[in-house]
T-cell receptor, first 111, second 115 residues
């Protein structure tokens, strides 16, 4: 059973377009994180959202945590080729348990 | 200034062999992890150690044995390698044992190919 479902799995867009990646669950998470992974490297944390309804912005990236803490979204405005990579959502299902990852969204931005 | 380092970066071996992957972190973190990323990029935790003590073992076959000689090192030894063990293995560390918001700092990964 996959606790965190990410969509879309693949996304290929042109530079300058906007996009949204979704991370959904039927379970409540204490927090959700978004990581970005480039080829040949390990994932790097972008943001952690903790409070239901929380919105965080990181330059052109906007992260939202659902009110019920069951879902999150990542919106990128005016995508650039440097945004290309694998975006992973991850969350702690219960205190004391391990971090659970979604299956990721592979984003390709062409110029 | 590497925070989490792993060796080797690539490992190609025959079925049935035994191999080890080493991991070191210089961040002063108490908790270290091993993750496996399969060919579809799905990342799943294998083990977690806190201050040299095993705290999470996610039903990994006992052919996999982590060893933590000190809190800065967490090595992974794999016996009798199988084709299905082919994957990228990531070591990670985190500063506190707070699973609510803990940031994982990942190493660059070791790509294991079993022939």
């Amino acid at each position: 059973t996959q606790l965190l479902e990410q969509s879309p799995q693949f996304l290929s867009i042109q530079e300058g377009e906007n996009l949204t990646v979704y991370c959904n669950s039927s379970s409540v998470f204490s927090s959700l994180q978004w990581y970005r992974q480039e080829p040949g490297e390990g994932p790097v944390l972008l943001v952690t959202v903790v409070t239901g309804g929380e919105v965080k912005k990181l330059k052109r990236l906007t992260f939202q945590f659902g009110d019920a803490r069951k879902d999150s979204s990542l919106h990128i405005t005016a995508a650039q080729p440097g945004d290309t990579g694998l975006y992973l959502c991850a969350g702690f299902y219960q205190a004391g348990t391990a971090l659970i990852f979604g299956k990721g969204t592979t984003l390709s931005v062409s110029s | 200034d590497t925070a989490v380092s792993q060796t080797p970066k690539y490992l190609v071996t025959q079925m049935g062999n035994d191999k080890s992957i080493k991991c070191e972190q210089n961040l002063g973190h108490d908790t270290m992890y091993w993750y496996k990323q399969d060919s579809k990029k799905f990342l799943k935790i294998m083990f977690s150690y806190n201050n040299k003590e095993l705290i999470i073992n996610e039903t990994v076959p006992n052919r996999f044995s982590p060893k933590s000689p000190d809190k800065a090192h967490l090595n992974l030894h794999i016996n009798s390698l199988e084709l299905g063990d082919s994957a990228v293995y990531f070591c990670a560390s985190s500063p506190v044992r707070d699973y609510g918001t803990d940031t994982q700092y990942f190493g660059p990964g070791t790509r294991l190919t079993v022939l």
